[in-house]
């Protein structure tokens, strides 16, 4: 990936990262999110933060009837019971019938062999988008057995050509979070410099980061936005609003509050006046 971006497009990436952030805001997208024990409520609190509608349906013979008629769906791989297993393979089956949106979070896979199993049989199945950590990214590719947990070992730079691969294999968006975010169609890259590294401090940081791509990808379906200025616009909102809440914060306690509190006031302008962006392509 080469070339930085002419100003005058990353300004226009952060215009339509506003605009979605105004849509999403005026029509509340219903996001469904079959998602880990451990983030359930700090993810539903983010969505509601940004202006969305959370809705943790993960129950089999009502996963799949949800998706159909939600604006986006999060599959996120945290703690796989058999019971999510089982209702993150119907939820997709429904979205995929109803047309729906769905974002692929394959947390902790690699040496791990349910949710590493499950996860290749998810892409499979063609997702809007992934997200996860340079280890997920590279372990979902075939090219490494994983981070530590849900902790990388690997570099973003080191998991860039494995998602420009995974992009186009599967025609989706990947999205590779670290200090600086990469999010490609395989074709097109963008280099996010926006965040804080309070986000690692706090369980489900990364995790309520998914849900809010699937919710700007809800919104994006009502102004014709491709996926890819979808996720990276989540991103932005999200990683801008860390910004903001790590100024008025003491440790990641205090974080996590103050982060709920800049996703409901982050507004279009501060996306415009602090987005750092750089793109080009393969």
Same mark, same amino acid.
């Given at each position: 990936?080469?070339?930085?971006?002419?100003?005058?497009?990353?300004?226009?990436?952060?215009?339509?990262?506003?605009?979605?952030?105004?849509?999403?805001?005026?029509?509340?997208?219903?996001?469904?999110?079959?998602?880990?024990?451990?983030?359930?409520?700090?993810? /539903?609190?983010?969505?509601?933060?940004?202006? /969305?509608?959370?809705?943790?349906?993960?129950?089999?013979?009502?996963?799949?009837?949800?998706?159909?008629?939600?604006?986006?769906?999060?599959?996120?791989?945290?703690?796989?019971?058999?019971?999510?297993?089982?209702?993150?393979?119907?939820?997709?089956?429904?979205?995929?019938?109803?047309?729906?949106?769905?974002?692929?979070?394959?947390?902790?896979?690699?040496?791990?062999?349910?949710?590493?199993?499950?996860?290749?049989?998810?892409?499979?199945?063609?997702?809007?988008?992934?997200?996860?950590?340079?280890?997920?990214?590279?372990?979902?590719?075939?090219?490494?057995?994983?981070?530590?947990?849900?902790?990388?070992?690997?570099?973003?730079?080191?998991?860039?050509?494995?998602?420009?691969?995974?992009?186009?294999?599967?025609?989706?968006?990947?999205?590779?979070?670290?200090?600086?975010?990469?999010?490609?169609?395989?074709?097109?890259?963008?280099?996010?410099?926006?965040?804080?590294?309070?986000?690692?401090?706090?369980?489900?940081?990364?995790?309520?980061?998914?849900?809010?791509?699937?919710?700007?990808?809800?919104?994006?379906?009502?102004?014709?936005?491709?996926?890819?200025?979808?996720?990276?616009?989540?991103?932005?909102?999200?990683?801008?609003?860390?910004?903001?809440?790590?100024?008025?914060?003491?440790?990641?306690?205090?974080?996590?509050?103050?982060?709920?509190?800049?996703?409901?006031?982050?507004?279009?302008?501060?996306?415009?006046?602090?987005?750092?962006?750089?793109?080009?392509?393969?």
């Amino acid at each position: 990936m080469s070339d930085r971006l002419r100003p005058e497009s990353a300004i226009d990436l952060a215009d339509s990262a506003g605009i979605l952030l105004e849509v999403l805001r005026d029509a509340p997208p219903l996001t469904h999110c079959i998602t880990n024990a451990v983030v359930t409520g700090f993810t /539903a609190n983010v969505l509601l933060a940004v202006g /969305a509608a959370p809705a943790m349906v993960d129950i089999v013979g009502e996963a799949g009837m949800f998706a159909g008629v939600a604006s986006g769906l999060l599959i996120n791989l945290g703690t796989p019971t058999p019971e999510q297993r089982a209702a993150a393979l119907e939820a997709v089956a429904g979205a995929t019938t109803s047309g729906t949106p769905w974002v692929l979070d394959p947390v902790a896979i690699g040496a791990l062999p349910v949710r590493t199993g499950l996860a290749h049989e998810l892409v499979d199945q063609r997702p809007t988008a992934v997200r996860g950590n340079a280890s997920e990214i590279l372990a979902l590719a075939g090219l490494s057995a994983g981070g530590r947990g849900v902790d990388a070992t690997d570099t973003t730079d080191a998991a860039a050509d494995a998602a420009a691969s995974l992009a186009r294999r599967f025609g989706c968006v990947v999205a590779v979070s670290g200090p600086i975010d990469l999010i490609t169609d395989g074709e097109r890259a963008l280099r996010l410099a926006n965040g804080h590294e309070l986000l690692t401090r706090v369980t489900g940081g990364g995790c309520a980061l998914g849900a809010v791509m699937a919710a700007f990808l809800g919104a994006a379906r009502a102004t014709g936005t491709d996926a890819l200025t979808a996720v990276a616009a989540a991103s932005l909102v999200y990683t801008i609003a860390a910004e903001q809440a790590a100024r008025r914060s003491s440790g990641p306690g205090s974080f996590a509050v103050a982060l709920l509190d800049a996703l409901a006031a982050v507004s279009a302008e501060d996306i415009v006046a602090a987005a750092r962006v750089e793109g080009g392509t393969w």
